[in-house]
């Protein structure tokens, strides 16, 4: 079954300070993998997508087909960057996400 | 601006009401999807539609239905609430083959 796991529900780090949201996946093909977040009173939306290879907001997420992992980096955390954050699996017609990580980054 | 709008943000029901969710996009958009959220558990599938008059089951279809009578508008509904239905319900829209999916603000639904 096609499945989106995120280890931590919560994750804590100083501004700063580097960050990693983990994410693995089980798909024996090529997936499409994506990044969601939701800020705090704001809607859910497209952090990223795999296939961009794009750095937003200071953020990548290199997908590594060997460890099933799709990891999302940030060098130096930002109070802003505080959200729940959620690994997205496109499947046959359906997105699957993850159970999500909240992110709290301390001043 | 893709816009999708959902009919309350708050909403208190009792155990046994017929509740009804309606979600509304303003991009000609054909895919739409209802979702509830819940902590720990993320985002969970609970309907979605290709098009007008179609639909499919997500992950948790039980204890829900859903109606398109009109390709803008996807309505989520709850025949008989319960108290294990209490979350918060989001929407989102997208066009075919496309990945992005646009989310609405969400309905928080409290059933006691």
């Known amino acids: 079954a096609q499945r989106v796991t995120q280890p931590e529900k919560l994750l804590s780090v100083f501004k700063g300070a580097p960050v990693e949201l983990k994410c693995n996946y089980s798909?024996?093909?090529?997936?499409?993998l994506f990044w969601y977040v939701q800020y705090s009173r704001q809607r859910l939306q497209l952090l990223l997508r795999?296939?961009s290879r794009e750095s937003i907001k200071g953020f990548t997420a290199d997908l590594n087909k060997g460890e099933t992992s799709f990891h999302l980096k940030k060098p130096f955390a930002q109070e802003e960057d505080s959200a729940m954050y959620y690994c997205?699996?496109?499947?046959?017609?359906?997105?699957?996400f993850g159970q999500g990580t909240r992110l709290t980054i301390n001043p | 601006d893709v816009k999708v709008t959902q009919s309350s943000r708050y909403l208190v029901k009792r155990t046994g009401e017929k509740v009804f969710l309606e979600c509304v996009q303003d991009?000609?958009?054909?895919?739409m999807f209802w979702y509830r959220q819940d902590p720990g558990l993320g985002l969970r599938l609970i309907y979605f539609?290709?098009?007008?008059?179609?639909?499919e089951k997500g992950d948790i279809p039980e204890g829900y239905s859903v109606s398109r009578e009109k390709k803008e508008r996807f309505s989520l509904i709850l025949e008989s609430a319960s108290t294990n239905q209490t979350s918060m319900y989001l929407c989102?829209?997208?066009?075919?083959?496309?990945?992005?999916?646009?989310f609405g603000p969400g309905t928080r639904l409290t059933v006691t």
């Open positions: 989102a829209s997208t066009n075919s083959g496309a990945y992005e999916q646009y």
């Open positions: 798909y024996s093909g090529s997936p499409e």
């Open positions: 795999h296939i």
């Open positions: 997205a699996f496109q499947g046959a017609q359906k997105l699957v």
């Open positions: 991009m000609d958009h054909e895919n």
């Open positions: 539609s290709y098009d007008v008059k179609m639909k």
